[in-house]
């Protein structure tokens, strides 16, 4: 990496994809080109972080966020505590801000925060010296998700600008829904979101996104597609008629994605419902990005980290 180059984000904590500015963005994946390199190496650690604390505060069940943060703290030679919140003093009645301000008291240089609560990370960086980066909160953002998932778009199509991105499932609970808009928004794609009446959320049109109930129309001629997985444990009440119904009228097989382009790529968040969202065959076929996602999320989380630190203090990644 250039050490002329740009090594810092303006604000100390990556709360949102609201608060990045399309340099920012840039700026971002740019740099995760250089850490995904560190990744092919034989020995898969720079010493970028030496000497940095790094707490990852998860209060909701995750593998790829929480895994990919910990290997991206551990190839920057952080030092990485994960905090087990069904083991903590969060079980015995203990708040979010007094586990926070007791993690704050031993003075890590990084808290990484998943909470059930939108802004639950918002409210941690007015209390907290250390760097918040938010690693989803309730309905409201996951900005290293949608930061990844530019990444891989990006990686395989050349440029985000332009391109059509249809967005199908749950819109009404999902964060990644929000974050990605707001990136590829400011990046100049052109997004489509598609899915059931009933889980469409209000106001959403005024956003400028193309809104549909039609998967059909969100899929022709799209550049990616995005499926969005269905957050049952967020659904009070009926949403759809059954889990069968969805997939009949919302599902991606293998006849939608032919309507799309020659070259489109197919994205999803993860965790993957086989069947209920996607197709299998679709999972694993030839358009399918989904597993080079989860491998970009490390070098993704890896910059962001470098970033919120400033760069290294007298060393880069070289």
């Known amino acids: 990496m250039d050490a002329t180059a740009a090594t810092a984000l303006s604000q100390k904590n990556l709360l949102g994809i609201a608060d990045l500015s399309p340099e920012e963005i840039v700026l971002v994946l740019d740099t995760a080109e250089a850490m995904k390199e560190v990744g092919r190496r034989a020995i898969k650690k720079v010493p970028t972080l030496r000497g940095r604390t790094v707490v990852n505060l998860f209060f909701e069940p995750s593998t790829r966020t929480r895994t990919s943060f910990e290997i991206a703290e551990k190839r920057l030679s952080a030092d990485t505590l994960n905090v087990a919140i069904g083991t903590s003093s969060v079980v015995k009645g203990e708040t979010l801000v007094d586990t926070a301000l007791n ?31 938010n690693a989803g909160d309730g309905m409201h953002e996951h900005p290293t998700q949608a930061l990844l998932d530019a990444f891989t778009i990006r990686e395989r199509k050349g440029r985000i600008g332009g391109l059509k991105v249809a967005i199908v499932g749950d819109l009404l609970h999902s964060r990644v829904l929000r974050s990605n808009l707001l990136l590829l928004s400011k990046l100049g794609a052109e997004p489509w979101v598609c899915g059931p009446a009933t889980l469409i959320p209000p106001g ?15 899929v022709e001629g799209a550049d990616v597609v995005m499926m969005l997985r269905m957050q049952l444990e967020r659904m009070q009440g009926g949403y759809f008629p059954s889990l069968r119904e969805y997939f009949r ?46 491998a970009n999320g490390v070098a993704v989380r890896m910059a962001v980290l470098y970033l919120l630190a400033g760069g290294a203090d007298d060393e880069t990644v070289a």
Do not use: W
């Open 103 to 133: 993690i704050e008291a031993m003075a890590p240089s990084m808290i990484v925060l998943r909470h059930v609560s939108s802004g639950a990370c918002h409210l941690l960086s007015r209390i907290c010296k250390a760097a918040i980066i």
């Open 204 to 218: 959403l049109r005024n956003l400028g996104v193309r809104v549909t109930t039609k998967v059909d129309e969100a």
């Open 249 to 294: 009228t919302f599902g991606m097989t293998q006849e939608r994605v032919a309507r799309a382009k020659p070259d489109v790529i197919i994205m999803h968040p993860g965790p993957i419902n086989r069947g209920v969202e996607i197709a299998s065959e679709v999972v694993d076929g030839p358009y399918s990005v989904i597993l080079d996602q989860v």
